[in-house]
């Protein structure tokens, strides 16, 4: 699977920014997919998952109420949505996938994710 991120950018504190990750290469409803963000000097974070159908989701406790992923099969395409933006939320953002077993599952371990995108940089200013 092939993943390219892209929307990323420079954005206000308070701002919105909706990332998107379009995939290739093999059948996208297979994969449960996943969104990390690293911040300079820190370690890489889980930031959410959303199951192959798209049903179920999960989100990291500091980004609950701030942020939404959503997927659509017929484009190939996940998404998060990204509210109310901090600066603490500058990071580049990686999307990635897995070949979960289960068709709910919303895998968040890096370790669970087969395929990795390049990653798209989110810069908030204050």
């Known amino acids: 699977v092939q993943l390219v991120e892209s929307g990323g950018g420079l954005a206000q504190a308070g701002g919105s920014l909706r990332l998107s990750c379009a995939a290739s290469?093999?059948?996208?409803?297979?994969?449960?997919m996943g969104w990390f963000r690293q911040a300079p000097g820190k370690e890489r974070e889980f930031v959410a998952a959303i199951s192959r159908g798209g049903s179920a989701t999960y989100y990291a406790d500091s980004v609950k109420g701030r942020c939404r992923v959503s997927r659509d099969n017929a484009k190939n395409t996940v998404y998060l949505q990204m509210n109310s933006l901090k600066p603490e939320n500058t990071a580049v953002y990686y999307c990635?996938?897995?070949?979960?077993?289960?068709?709910?599952?919303?895998?968040?371990?890096?370790?669970?994710?087969?395929?990795w995108g390049q990653g798209t940089q989110v810069t908030v200013s204050s």
């Open positions: 990635c996938a897995a070949a979960t077993s289960h068709y709910f599952d919303t895998p968040r371990g890096g370790s669970e994710y087969d395929y």
């Open positions: 290469g093999r059948t996208f409803s297979n994969y449960g």
